[in-house]
């Protein structure tokens, strides 16, 4: 499966964004999704996920209630909208599958599909 991030840039503290990650070579429905951040100078954090089969979500608690995972099974696409933005959310975000949740929630390192990060910048 290639994963394809985009909607980053640049945005002012209490802004929105909405994230997408467009999948090729397979469907999003079959994998467990979610988006995982990077900010300068950090390891890489676990932001959301969507699970496969009852589309049930998980956020961090620094995202709970600002952020939102969804996914459009007919387009094959997985969207991170991303509302009330703060300085501390500027990250590189990616997004990733795999076939068990878990994964993506704790960022294993044998996490079996990552996309291209997109850069998201939020001003003070």
């Known amino acids: 499966v290639q994963l394809q991030a985009s909607g980053g840039g640049l945005v002012q503290a209490g802004g929105s964004l909405r994230l997408s990650c467009a999948a090729s070579g397979g469907t999003v429905r079959d994998y467990a999704m979610g988006w995982i951040r990077q900010a300068p100078g950090k390891e890489r954090e676990f932001v959301s996920a969507?699970?496969?089969?009852?589309?049930?979500?998980h956020y961090s608690d620094s995202v709970q209630g600002r952020f939102t995972i969804s996914r459009d099974n007919a387009k094959n696409i997985v969207y991170l909208q991303m509302n009330s933005l703060k300085p501390e959310d500027t990250a590189v975000y990616f997004c990733?599958?795999?076939?068990?949740?878990?994964?993506?929630?704790?960022?294993?390192?044998?996490?079996?599909?990552w996309g291209q990060g997109t850069l998201v910048t939020v001003s003070s």
């Open positions: 990733a599958a795999d076939r068990i949740l878990h994964n993506i929630v704790v960022v294993d390192s044998r996490l079996t599909y």
């Open positions: 969507i699970r496969r089969k009852d589309e049930g979500t």
